[in-house]
């Protein structure tokens, strides 16, 4: 098989490096990929890429588990920020009413819903540039209340200063997600209201006071292969690899500027995931939004490529999910089992 390069051997995969020594930083990861090697892989014949992936994948984590999260949408619409994809934008029209932060028993009766339907981890989104103080009061009530559940918690509310971060983490959340979105060259395409300094400042903010990163982005938004090789290469070699690396296929939403975007092909989006697999081996990969509009095969060559995460129920934040019954017999059919919160980290390392 051909070498899949960039790593130096020492993540656990086939890797040399171009240069023939190891680029293992302390942590036993590599955070120095290149734009060629990363295209390299993107390259490489689909049977090697997934049994590159796959092998990695079984040397990090338990191949037949996949971790369940479940989102809620807890401020909905009339957002400031102008991504292109978002439907919460309140400079798109999509019809989509706002609504204000939803009040903390209405939270605990969805995230008592989501345990019940077998999350392991409650998601609380927010369509907010950044929070203000009396808002993250509100939301730090519901992050302890829904960890008394014995729920893992999840938000994503902008961006935050470093004080933001702490007050977040001292409220009981274990991971923050806020995504790159696309590469650095490709951003400014989608987004004009922060730039990619911006979120690299609040994940630098998140890790800073020691909560875990959920970092990721959005595939199928028009960008070339070498732009979803960049983004995945800025994940990569971020000082930290992202605790969980959310890959969204773009939901295209009416009143949007990308609503007639084309389909991105379905092997690109499969490469994509293995390709974020090798680059991040620890990492748990989310098979994030666009599941709604997979076929189970599709989802399954997913789960190959190393993706072992999933938002399950019926709504994401503002758009459909995949049915919450169909998830269930999809899991049978491929014997997969939600995989259990452990106490401090959600990896399930072999090693
Ligand atoms: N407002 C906060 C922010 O942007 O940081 C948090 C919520 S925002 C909706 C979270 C993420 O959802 C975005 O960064 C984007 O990656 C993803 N997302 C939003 N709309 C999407 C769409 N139409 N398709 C796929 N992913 C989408
Ligand atoms: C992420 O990367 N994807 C989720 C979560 N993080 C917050 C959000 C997907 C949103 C899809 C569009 C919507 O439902 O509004
Ligand atoms: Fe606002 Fe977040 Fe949507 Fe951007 S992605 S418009 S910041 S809710």
């Known amino acids: 098989m051909e070498q899949v390069g960039g790593c130096g051997g020492g ?44 092998s990695l994948h079984r040397e990090f984590h338990d191949a037949n588990a996949v971790q369940v999260s479940t989102l809620l949408s807890i401020k ?11 439907p919460q934008s309140a400079r798109h029209d999509t019809g989509l009413k706002a609504e204000k932060l939803m009040a903390l028993d209405e939270v605990l009766v969805k995230a008592q819903q989501a345990k019940a339907a077998g999350a392991s981890r409650f998601c609380m989104g927010a369509a907010w540039r950044s929070p203000k103080d009396r808002d ?14 014995g729920l893992e918690t999840c938000a994503t509310l902008g961006m935050l200063t470093r004080a933001q ?52 982005g959005i595939v199928g938004m028009g960008e070339t292969r070498a ?63 666009g599941r709604e509009s997979m076929s189970d095969e599709l989802q399954a060559l997913c789960f190959l490529a190393g993706a072992n995460s999933i938002f399950h129920g019926d709504k994401l934040l503002t758009t459909g999910n995949a049915d919450t019954e169909s998830d269930r017999a999809l899991f049978a059919k491929l014997g997969l089992k939600p995989l259990v919160a452990a106490a401090d980290s959600d990896c399930a390392q072999a090693a």
């Open 11 to 54: 993540c656990g995969c086939a890797c040399a490096s171009a240069e023939g020594g190891s680029r293992v930083a302390d942590d036993g990861l590599c955070h120095d990929w290149t734009q060629a090697e990363v295209e390299a892989l993107f390259a490489l014949p689909f049977n090697d890429l997934m049994h590159a992936a796959q």
């Open 76 to 86: 909905t619409g009339a957002c400031p920020e102008d991504c292109a994809y978002c």
């Open 136 to 149: 993250l009061a509100e939301v730090n009530a519901m992050v302890g209340a829904v960890k008394a559940l």
């Open 165 to 216: 971060a702490q007050s977040l983490k001292d409220a009981g959340l274990d991971y923050y997600n806020h995504n790159l979105d696309t590469s650095p060259e490709f951003y400014g395409e989608i987004i004009s209201t922060r730039c990619y300094q911006d979120r690299l400042d609040t994940l630098a903010h998140v890790r800073e006071v020691g909560m875990k990163t959920c970092c990721g």
């Open 227 to 289: 732009d979803r090789a960049g983004f995945i290469r800025a994940l990569a070699n971020l000082p930290q690899h992202p605790d969980s690396v959310p890959i969204n296929r773009l939901v295209r939403v009416a009143g949007t500027p990308l609503a007639d975007e084309r389909d991105l092909d379905a092997f690109e989006f499969v490469r994509t995931i293995a390709v974020a697999r090798i680059t991040m081996p620890t990492s748990m990969v989310r098979l994030s939004a």
